[in-house]
């Protein structure tokens, strides 16, 4: 890497800081991960004359070697609207590639705060805007994730050219849904194993699942899960599966869950990550303590 390091445990309180120039709540995040079981492997910083000002790192998910997503990635708030973030962000993008990675995602929130003017401020507009002119494009939105009246915009960036054989395949006018009576897609018995409130946000929960159960998971399964976060006040349930698992599609459905959008070619070239949304009805929302 041409201008990044690696970061150090030494770093830490210099990191945890300049990410406290622009978010209180995603220091105090940030920290818990350096120092407790994320660590600070992956994660990187950016020195000028001594001073670290920027940070940035990357998490590789489960059954996705060639899949990262940026993590914790900022400028010192003293020093943005000088280029550090483009230079920053191409030599991690340049490193990724070196390491093999096809592709690429990163999450940021369309929070407005009022500032002391009285004007509207969207926070992570500039962050976008630069995401963007690298080449990211928005790939998905969860309305309402973080909070009520706050999405998650997920944008992904290829890195390596795709796989022509299986984007060339005609598969006529099929949908999605169509897909999972393919001989392409799989039958696997997927069973959910946790009910959690998802990290950062404020009542969007999730399922945990494996797919090493014997049966498939019924809407009868679902039901209960979503019976749990009612109990927890939660407001919104937020799924996904890999699209070549088939006979989810029916089940979600039934129990009231929607088609939410997809992360193109995440697993791989051809198998992508399928997202679903579950909103509890707004009367029970405004009935919560």
């Given at each position: 890497m041409k201008l990044l390091r690696a970061m150090k445990k030494a770093d830490i309180d210099a990191v945890v800081d300049l990410i406290d120039s622009h978010d209180e709540d995603d220091a105090e995040d940030a920290k818990a991960g350096f120092t407790g079981r994320d660590g600070i492997d992956d994660y990187f910083v950016l020195e000028v004359d001594g001073q670290i000002i920027?940070?940035?790192g990357f998490r590789t998910p489960p059954a996705c070697e060639?899949?990262?997503w940026l993590s914790w990635t900022y400028i010192h708030d003293d020093h943005v609207n000088q280029g550090h973030g483009r230079r920053m962000l191409g030599d991690m993008?340049?490193?990724?590639k070196e390491l093999g990675g096809r592709k690429v995602f990163v999450k940021v929130s369309d929070y407005v705060e009022v500032d002391e003017s009285g004007e509207r401020v969207e926070t992570y507009a500039a962050a976008l805007h630069l995401y963007k002119s690298l080449g990211f494009a928005v790939e998905l939105t969860h309305k309402d994730y973080y909070d009520a009246g706050e999405a998650m915009i997920v944008l992904g960036?290829?890195?390596?050219?795709?796989?022509?054989s299986f984007k060339d395949a005609d598969f006529g006018d099929a949908t999605f849904t169509d897909l999972g009576k393919s001989p392409l897609l799989q039958a696997r018995p997927v069973q959910?194993?946790?009910?959690?409130?998802?990290a950062e946000t404020d009542g969007a929960f999730s399922f945990g699942w494996s797919?090493?159960?014997?049966?498939?998971?019924?809407?009868?399964?679902?039901?209960l899960g979503l019976e749990e976060v009612k109990k927890r006040h939660g407001r919104a349930v937020f799924l996904s599966f890999p699209s070549d698992y088939k006979d989810i599609d029916q089940r979600l459905f039934a129990a009231?869950?929607?088609n939410s959008g997809v992360l193109d070619d995440y697993f791989e070239d051809g198998i992508h990550e399928q997202h679903y949304t579950y909103n509890f009805p707004q009367e029970l929302l405004l009935g919560h303590d």
């Amino acid at each position: 890497m041409k201008l990044l390091r690696a970061m150090k445990k030494a770093d830490i309180d210099a990191v945890v800081d300049l990410i406290d120039s622009h978010d209180e709540d995603d220091a105090e995040d940030a920290k818990a991960g350096f120092t407790g079981r994320d660590g600070i492997d992956d994660y990187f910083v950016l020195e000028v004359d001594g001073q670290i000002i920027g940070v940035t790192g990357f998490r590789t998910p489960p059954a996705c070697e060639q899949t990262h997503w940026l993590s914790w990635t900022y400028i010192h708030d003293d020093h943005v609207n000088q280029g550090h973030g483009r230079r920053m962000l191409g030599d991690m993008l340049e490193h990724l590639k070196e390491l093999g990675g096809r592709k690429v995602f990163v999450k940021v929130s369309d929070y407005v705060e009022v500032d002391e003017s009285g004007e509207r401020v969207e926070t992570y507009a500039a962050a976008l805007h630069l995401y963007k002119s690298l080449g990211f494009a928005v790939e998905l939105t969860h309305k309402d994730y973080y909070d009520a009246g706050e999405a998650m915009i997920v944008l992904g960036l290829r890195l390596t050219e795709g796989d022509a054989s299986f984007k060339d395949a005609d598969f006529g006018d099929a949908t999605f849904t169509d897909l999972g009576k393919s001989p392409l897609l799989q039958a696997r018995p997927v069973q959910f194993n946790a009910v959690f409130e998802i990290a950062e946000t404020d009542g969007a929960f999730s399922f945990g699942w494996s797919d090493d159960g014997k049966k498939m998971f019924s809407t009868e399964d679902v039901e209960l899960g979503l019976e749990e976060v009612k109990k927890r006040h939660g407001r919104a349930v937020f799924l996904s599966f890999p699209s070549d698992y088939k006979d989810i599609d029916q089940r979600l459905f039934a129990a009231g869950f929607r088609n939410s959008g997809v992360l193109d070619d995440y697993f791989e070239d051809g198998i992508h990550e399928q997202h679903y949304t579950y909103n509890f009805p707004q009367e029970l929302l405004l009935g919560h303590d």
